[in-house]
C-alpha cells in the first residue's frame, strides 16, 4: 500500500528545503500533502502556538507550489508541532502513514534538537502513532538558499524512507546531511545525539531589564561516534528518537521510596 505522506517544515511554506523533500516523496511514487507554517518558524520545538485568538488556526487550503502544482498545499498560520498534531487528527485530509520535516536549513544534531521545530514536528507525529523523519541540511544559516545542496539531503531521504516506512508506528529518525553534492559525502551513519554541538547558545545580560539570547561556534572536538562529530566528518547521520518516555528505574525508585 502506498503511503499517505504529510511534509512540514519551520522554515516556512516557501523554504526550498520543503519543495526538496516534497519531490523525494514523489520519486518514490508517493501521493504527498503539505501542510506548513505560513511564516518561518524555527525554534519552536513541539510548541502547539497558532497565529489566532481562541485556538483558531487559519488555513490558505488554495496554496500552489512552484513546479509542484499538482501537490495539494497549505500554508498554516501555527508552528510545525501543532501542525503535526493537527495533521494527526485528519485536518489535512487522511491521517498520514508517514511525516516528513525538512529539510531544515541548519543542522538539528545534539540534545539541542530539543528546540527544533523541524524536530518538534516529528516528535509530535510519533506521539501520536505516525511515522515521521525529520530532515536537516548543515548549512551556513547566512547564506543564500540557492547555493545549498538540498537534492543531496533528499537524496539521502529518497534512501531511508522506504525502510522507516517499514517501521513501527510511531518511529522517529533524526537525519543530518552535509551541505556537499551527493557524490562529495560519506555513507549515511547511525549514531548517538551528542551532548553538545558546534553550535551553542549563549545569553548575555544586556542590562537589567534585557538580556540577549543568541548563538557561539565552539571550538574544540566534539564527541566521537556521536551525530554532531559525524557530521562534522562529511557523513550524513541518522538517529533514531524516543519522543516521550517515562524513566522507568527512577519511577520505580521513587515509588519504591514512598511505599
Given at each position: 500500500?502506498?503511503p499517505?505522506?504529510?511534509?512540514?517544515?519551520?522554515?516556512g511554506?516557501?523554504?526550498?528545503g520543503?519543495?526538496a523533500?516534497?519531490?523525494?516523496?514523489?520519486d518514490?511514487?508517493?501521493?504527498?500533502v503539505?501542510?506548513?507554517?505560513?511564516?518561518?518558524?524555527?525554534?519552536?520545538?513541539a510548541g502547539?502556538?497558532a497565529?489566532?485568538?481562541?485556538?483558531?488556526?487559519a488555513?490558505d487550503?488554495?496554496r500552489?507550489?512552484?513546479g509542484?502544482e499538482?501537490?495539494?498545499?497549505?500554508?498554516?498560520?501555527a508552528?510545525p508541532g501543532?501542525?503535526?498534531?493537527?495533521?494527526?487528527?485528519?485536518g489535512?485530509?487522511?491521517?498520514?502513514?508517514?511525516?516528513?520535516?525538512?529539510?531544515?536549513?541548519?543542522?538539528?544534531?545534539?540534545?539541542a534538537?530539543?528546540?527544533?521545530?523541524?524536530v518538534?514536528?516529528?516528535?509530535?507525529?510519533?506521539?501520536?502513532?505516525?511515522r515521521?523523519?525529520?530532515?536537516?541540511?548543515?548549512?551556513?544559516?547566512?547564506?543564500?538558499?540557492?547555493r545549498?545542496?538540498?537534492?543531496t539531503?533528499s537524496?539521502?531521504?529518497?534512501?531511508?524512507?522506504?525502510?522507516?516506512?517499514?517501521?513501527p508506528?510511531g518511529?522517529v529518525?533524526n537525519?543530518?546531511?552535509?551541505?556537499?553534492?551527493?557524490?562529495?559525502?560519506?555513507?549515511?551513519?547511525?549514531g548517538p545525539?551528542?551532548?553538545?554541538g558546534?553550535?551553542?547558545s549563549?545569553?548575555?545580560?544586556?542590562?537589567?531589564e534585557?538580556?540577549?539570547?543568541?548563538s557561539?561556534?565552539?571550538?574544540?572536538?566534539?564527541e566521537?561516534?556521536?551525530?554532531?562529530?559525524?557530521?562534522?566528518d562529511g557523513?550524513a547521520?541518522?538517529?533514531p528518537l524516543?519522543?516521550v518516555m517515562?524513566?522507568?528505574m527512577?519511577?520505580?525508585q521513587?515509588?519504591?521510596?514512598?511505599?
Open positions: 500500500m502506498t499517505k505522506v504529510l511534509v512540514t517544515n519551520d522554515d511554506i516557501d523554504s526550498p520543503l519543495h523533500l516534497v519531490r523525494c516523496a514523489l518514490l511514487g508517493w501521493s504527498p503539505v501542510a506548513a507554517p505560513t511564516t518561518e518558524s524555527s525554534g519552536t520545538s502547539l502556538t497565529a489566532k485568538d481562541a485556538r483558531q488556526v488555513i487550503r488554495r500552489r507550489l512552484p509542484l499538482d501537490v495539494p498545499a497549505y500554508a498554516v498560520a508552528h501543532l501542525i503535526a498534531l493537527i495533521a494527526c487528527h485528519d489535512f485530509g487522511e491521517r498520514p502513514d508517514l511525516l516528513l520535516s525538512g529539510v531544515n536549513r541548519g543542522a538539528n544534531v545534539g540534545r534538537i530539543l528546540h527544533s521545530g523541524t518538534g514536528a516529528a516528535l509530535t507525529a510519533g506521539v501520536n502513532g505516525v515521521a523523519v525529520a530532515v536537516s541540511l548543515d548549512t551556513e544559516m547566512e547564506d543564500e538558499p540557492e545549498h545542496h538540498w537534492l539531503a537524496s539521502v531521504a529518497t534512501g531511508l524512507l522506504p525502510m522507516v516506512a517499514e517501521l508506528k518511529t529518525i537525519v543530518n546531511v552535509p551541505d556537499r553534492p551527493a557524490g562529495e559525502i560519506g555513507e549515511l551513519r547511525w545525539l551528542a551532548s553538545y558546534r553550535v551553542q549563549k545569553v548575555t545580560q544586556l542590562r537589567d534585557l538580556i540577549e539570547v543568541g557561539v561556534v565552539v571550538e574544540g572536538e566534539l566521537a561516534g556521536t551525530d554532531a562529530a559525524m557530521l562534522a557523513h547521520t541518522a538517529t524516543s519522543p517515562e524513566h522507568d527512577l519511577l520505580r521513587l515509588g519504591a521510596s514512598r511505599l
